[in-house]
DNA sequence: GGCAGATTGACAAGTACCTGTCAAAATCGC
DNA sequence: GCGATTTTGACAGGTACTTGTCAATCTGCC
């Protein structure tokens, strides 16, 4: 009915296995990041931020986001005292996005908590396989970026 | 400063590649769905009601997501006209979802444009890497449920 | 200096998920 | 058969994204 080759059968089932483990990865870091107050997308937004002071769509750009996205992320981060904005001196619009310290010390404990975790779970599995793994999927993603 | 093995950084990589590959997978899914007035959770839900009339706690189990999740989805393809409720005999409280000719074509059109972009991309990777991946991912899924 | 075009933050609305809660209906234990 | 438990759809509200639009501001060109 679906006239899938081997291969597209093979390639079918690594698409389920990239959603799966991507929901878990997310679950995991949403995990990591709730006993400092935040969450996978605001502790990305800080780990950003932590680098130097920078703007909504300085963030955006590297986190490969639209705007809007982090803006919200933004809004509810300073809400909670995680982030501040200050004057930017270059641009009158585009607000400097930089971390006080409650923000810096919340930071400092997610990721704490994530090197052990990451070093738990590659203990795991071979350095040969990890890098066979990611080194396939870059190109898979190079391969879906060409079209 | 953030203590990661080698292996933890390796790993880090990976979490990366998955998050990338992740992203431009559900965009492909959307674009092979749109033609078809479908985008890909919609297009999930009319493959799991092709196999058989189901009711929304079903297809949620089916899928892994959450009741919630799929009734909303499934209004609105009610409301389009790609899938019907239907009573069900055996639970007076859970109607059954199916597939009525508009989403049933639908869902062939999309089917067939994804057995063909599959063909073409599994094309590209050989049939060993791509069972390599598959696997080493499975393992990662399992060691990251198993917490 | 001044104007065209690009960039920016803000706002609105939509998609796709989630948790929590509720009442109705089905199922299980006795 | 009848009461306790489970399952179900519905509703409310929240998170994390998206696209589209707008006015303010910055930048590049002449």
Same mark, same amino acid.
């Given at each position: 009915?679906? /006239?899938? =080759?081997?291969?597209? @059968?093979?390639? =079918? $089932?690594?698409?389920?296995?990239?959603?799966?483990?991507? #929901?878990?990865? !997310?679950?995991?870091?949403?995990?990591?990041?709730? /006993? +400092?107050?935040?969450?996978?997308?605001?502790?990305?937004? @800080?780990?950003?931020?932590? %680098?130097?002071?920078?703007?909504?769509? $300085?963030?955006?750009?590297?986190?490969?986001?639209?705007?809007?996205?982090?803006? $919200?992320?933004?809004? =509810? @981060?300073?809400?909670?005292?995680?982030?501040?904005?200050? &004057?930017? /001196? %270059?641009?009158?619009?585009?607000?400097?996005?930089?971390? /006080?310290?409650?923000?810096? =010390?919340? !930071?400092?404990?997610?990721?704490?908590?994530?090197? $052990?975790?990451? &070093?738990?779970?590659?203990?795991?599995?071979?350095?040969?396989? !990890?890098? +066979?793994?990611? #080194?396939?999927?870059? &190109?898979? #993603?190079? !391969?879906?970026? &060409?079209?």
């Amino acid at each position: 009915m679906t /006239p899938l =080759s081997d291969r597209g @059968l093979e390639f =079918s $089932q690594l698409l389920v296995e990239v959603f799966r483990v991507n #929901g878990l990865l !997310l679950a995991a870091g949403d995990e990591l990041a709730a /006993p +400092a107050g935040l969450t996978s997308a605001r502790w990305q937004v @800080l780990g950003v931020v932590d %680098h130097g002071p920078s703007t909504i769509a $300085q963030v955006a750009r590297t986190m490969g986001l639209t705007r809007q996205a982090v803006r $919200q992320t933004a809004t =509810s @981060l300073v809400r909670d005292g995680m982030i501040v904005f200050q &004057d930017n /001196p %270059h641009d009158r619009r585009a607000k400097l996005l930089a971390l /006080p310290p409650r923000g810096r =010390s919340a !930071l400092r404990r997610v990721e704490r908590r994530q090197a $052990q975790w990451a &070093d738990e779970l590659a203990a795991r599995i071979s350095l040969a396989e !990890l890098r +066979a793994v990611t #080194g396939t999927l870059r &190109d898979l #993603g190079d !391969l879906l970026e &060409d079209r």
